[in-house]
């Protein structure tokens, strides 16, 4: 075990500490980042009848790095 922590880098372990000693309010609000998704953020919801129409949608209209494109 010791011979790993001496491959992680000081600063990163103390990086790390102190983020472990932030409460978990703290540490659950900076835990995720919000990306602005084109077209799909647009809007407060959409709804399709079928996954059919669903995918046809996302490959008509959403870029393909969002991946929602067909494989």
Do not use: N
Not at 20 to 32: D, E, G
Request: proline share 7%; net charge positive.
């Amino acid at each position: 075990m010791e011979s790993e922590t001496k491959k992680i880098p000081p600063e990163w372990l103390a990086e790390f500490e102190a983020a472990a000693r932030r409460p978990l309010h703290l540490r659950w609000k900076y835990a995720f980042i919000k990306t602005y998704k084109p077209v799909m953020d647009d809007a407060s919801f959409r709804s399709f009848d079928t996954m059919r129409d669903y995918r046809h949608w996302c490959e008509q209209h959403l870029p393909k790095w969002l991946g929602y494109g067909h494989l």
